[in-house]
């Protein structure tokens, strides 16, 4: 089987749509571009996903994929021995597309502007304020899905591992970084946790998002 062609960085996005992969055990190549931190590889994208973002996902079909939540969504369905979403006839499923594109829309759609405060800043004071306020709103969000979503087992869906819980632990390490969220989703902390240290993404965080006690907590600038 032709396997699929990821277009992605490391810590960024594109990790939870390999880990998926991985999980799923399906096969994939990685094209390392990073357009958040390289005008070059900002451009190199643009005949591929031209928003020039990552994840892009090439589908073995030759179809492109964007949008982190519809291409977790989609691998789930297209690998449903990994057991990585609820069906659509579970009773958990209306939780699970819920949470999805409430990650994508209310908290990761916030970085376009936090990885780069200029794109809406006047002036750099304002940039600090954009940033400040972006992470306001990504505490509240993370807040309210904590009150939102009662843990069903070891992990958000249940005691196996979900995309749900790939993609929440992914972004939860961005800014304002894990000690905010720990603190504004306390019960989802241990799933966060739980996912760092799945024993079948070991060696993939290692290469792909190292993450250790010193990431945690977001660096000050100056
Ligand atoms: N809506 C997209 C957002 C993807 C996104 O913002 N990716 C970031 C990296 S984590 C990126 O490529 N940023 C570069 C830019 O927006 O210019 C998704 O859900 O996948």
Known sequence: MPGYIVYGARGSGSTAVEAALTLAGAPYEVVELAPFDSASDAAALAPIN???QV?????PSGELMTESAAILIHLAERHPDAGLA???ASPLRPRFLRWMNFISAQIYALYWVRDDPSRLAADKAHEAVLLERTAARIRQSWATMDAGIEP??????GDGISMLDLYLTVVSRWGPRRAAFYAAAPRLAPIVRAVDVEPRLASFWAERFPFDDGREVEALPG
């Open 152 to 157: 069903a087992g070891r992990f958000l869906l």
């Open 50 to 52: 031209p928003m020039r």
């Open 55 to 59: 994840p892009a996902l090439v589908l």
């Open 86 to 88: 609820p069906d659509a």
